[in-house]
Structure formats: structure tokens, C-alpha cells
């Protein structure tokens, strides 16, 4: 027996606020999204390289202001990245945590908080 990897479920409110956030800010992709008709709610897979997210704006699905740590490999250049999109709703920075790692966090539209998070040598 295995475990497999973690899909964490965000609350979402507002279609164009997430996809300005996830998809232009961050640089995650849409991989697939699905109503089951015209007009309900949104369920969509968002992903950057290995790191996948729901995004859900079905009440029962998820709380909003949920915390989410997210690995990465070089988090200097995601953070030049971001900085330089001039996003009008975030400016992260960088902080080194007393546990060894350098993380930078930001919070979406709807309160869901994303720590970004690199282990330091």
C-alpha cells in the first residue's frame, strides 16, 4: 500500500478573480473544468509543473481561508516573477523562517492563504 499525492481544494467566489490570480498572476495553467450545467457553480484543476489545485466555488466543498505550503525549487525567481507582473492585489516578499526554509506567501481573492516555501542548504 501507498499514499499518493495531495489535491488540496480551494474555495473560490468569483470565476474572473480566480483565473487573474491562479492563471495570470501565479502561472498556472487550467487543465480541465467542469459544471454540471450553465450557470452552477465551477469546479476546475489548475497546475504549475507539478503542483496541482481544485479550485471550487461549491459551498460544501471547501472553507474559505484555508493555508496551502507549496514547495519550490528556486523561489527568488518565482518571486522576480511575480514582482514583476505588477499584480495590483499582492506584492509577496521573502522571509526566512527560524525552521530553515525561505518562503514567501500570498493570499488569493478569497482569503486562501498559498506559502510558497524553499528549504535553505
Known amino acids: ?3 499518493g499525492s495531495t489535491i488540496p481544494l ?6 474572473a478573480k480566480a483565473r487573474a490570480f491562479y492563471v495570470d498572476f501565479l502561472g498556472f ?3 480541465w473544468e467542469h459544471r454540471f450545467e450553465p450557470g452552477l457553480p465551477l469546479y476546475l484543476q489548475v497546475s504549475r ?4 489545485l481544485h479550485l471550487t ?3 460544501g466543498d471547501a472553507c474559505p481561508g484555508a493555508a496551502v505550503r507549496i514547495d519550490t525549487t528556486d523561489i527568488e525567481s518565482f518571486h522576480r516573477e511575480l514582482i514583476g507582473k505588477h499584480y495590483g ?3 509577496p516578499h521573502l522571509e526566512d523562517a527560524p ?3 525561505r518562503e514567501m506567501s500570498v493570499k488569493d481573492p478569497f482569503g ?3 506559502t510558497f516555501t524553499m528549504d535553505l542548504p
Open 112 to 114: 486562501n492563504r498559498l
Open 99 to 101: 525552521w530553515g526554509a
Open 1 to 3: 500500500m501507498s499514499l
Open 29 to 31: 495553467q487550467i487543465d
Open 49 to 52: 509543473d507539478a503542483c496541482v
Open 10 to 15: 480551494l474555495r473560490i467566489f468569483d470565476e
Open 57 to 59: 466555488e461549491h459551498h
Open 89 to 91: 492585489y499582492a506584492r
